[in-house]
């Protein structure tokens, strides 16, 4: 699934389930590494200086007990990885994150997210580490799902031919077609279409085409659209015995993918982070920023291989 060993779990002072705990856990056991856990504290004011020592010790040893006790819940799971503990500014916590992750060999970055009252989209951390972090971030949300087989999708887009669009694209799959794997669950694959003739089928008083014929071409471009995205996910070369479900839906991705996501009861969410302007600090685009801010499901946001951070 990912191709480095480690594991570096954010923590702040407030958010560390243990169902977060042990999903980094878990994970960093699949991938043979260590767990680093950075607790995130902001600047302690002058006049409570001199408490800040015995406040940091208090707080690493409170989540190193936390983590203790997930492993001795596991027990019958044998979840027993090498972990280590320190602080972390929260000041300057995404670029302090984002440089850790790149140093030490980390195959993803996990951390519960900061939501919005209305519980859905995610506040300036996570926004931050979603536009900047060349490492892949999963913003983990716990759920109260019925389901002991968590339900996961990829949203996917066929239809860029852009080389590095088409990369992030077959990385997207692997990823998800791995993840699917670990947690035996099946696949969704979300992909989003439309056509610039589709206003016309309201008023095609400026088109010399007939209702016919403008539902014609409507028709053939989801007909291209789903071929594309059949030869992609053939391209990806998914495992044979890994139940893969595609769903095409007409219409713009930022509002039918937040909607998918609500009405199928997905959990987690695989989606990429690409623009097209290059600008760093600037690679979300304004699609990959509107469905994140309208989820309520857990994220994994990747980047394409060649992004640099502004912080590297």
Sequence with gaps: MFYKQNVLLLITDKIASEDL?????????????QLYCRVLVPKFPKELKHHQTSYLEYLTNSVEMKIKSVINKEANTKLDVPFDIDILDAKNASAEAINFASQHNVSFLIKAPETHDLGKGFCALDMSLLRESPTPVWLFQNTNAVSQT???????????SDTTARKLSLKLLEVSAALAKFTKSELQVISCWENFL???????SWLN??????????????QQHKLQLEALVEEAQLPSDLAVNIHIRHGLAVQQIPLFVQEENIETLVMGTLAR???????MGNTAETIVQNLN???IALKPDEFVSPHN
């Excluded at 589709?198 to 095609?204: G, V």
């Excluded at 085409?209 to 989801?222: A, C, F, G, H, V």
């Design 21 to 33: 705990i042990k999903e980094a856990l878990s994970h960093t056991q699949k991938l043979g590494g």
């Design 150 to 160: 968590p339900k996961l999708a990829v949203a996917i887009d066929p239809s860029d």
């Design 198 to 204: 589709d206003s016309a089928m309201l008023s095609s």
């Design 209 to 222: 085409l007939s209702t016919s014929n403008i539902q014609e071409e409507i028709d053939k471009s989801k």
């Design 277 to 283: 302007s290059g600008i760093a600090g600037l690679i």
């Design 297 to 299: 499901c857990s994220l």
